[in-house]
């Protein structure tokens, strides 16, 4: 497993521990340091984990919004809690973290919901995700890190495979 994975696992972890809980006020540096000790106590990401997670609570409505547009037959208290929480790292990694790839961060979230979610997990992530990406390219709306990407022509260790085009986003 990656360093990036394992710290992308930790973060789900955290995030779908602190919704399942109510989104206690205060109680997130607690949760993360309970699942960095449960699942990687000598692991230095060099803050990723808490990047992700500051980033994911900052932006949660605006990508909440997202969701429901994204996923209109979806009502957002009616995705599952892991879904929900795929979803939310998912979308702020595709649009608005800066130097993760836009493929990089559909496929982690595939590969998250597949291993945490239920049977279709990975197929409803997948399609959301995947619209979300046609409408930023739709809207030109690519981040400069798959700029650069496009330009100088993917490397060997970061190719990623096109998202499928699921069509709608159904579970």
Known sequence: MSN?????TIALQSLYQWDFLGMPEGKLPEIIAFNREEFAPKFDDEGFVEELIEGVIDKRDEL??????????????A????????????IYELKIAEKIP???AINEAIELAKGFGGQSS????NGVL????????????????DKAKE????????????PS???????
């Open 4 to 8: 990036r994975h394992l710290s992308r």
């Open 64 to 77: 909440d919004e997202v969701i429901v547009h994204f996923a209109p037959n979806w009502p957002l208290d």
């Open 79 to 90: 995705i599952t809690i892991v879904d929900r929480n795929v979803l939310r790292l998912g």
């Open 102 to 104: 836009a493929k990089v």
């Open 122 to 125: 990975g197929r409803f992530v």
């Open 130 to 145: 995947g619209a979300i990406y046609k409408d930023m390219m739709a809207r030109g709306e690519i981040k400069e890190v």
């Open 151 to 162: 330009e100088s022509g993917a490397s060997e260790e970061n190719k990623e495979a096109e």
């Open 165 to 171: 085009d699921a069509g709608s986003a159904e579970k």
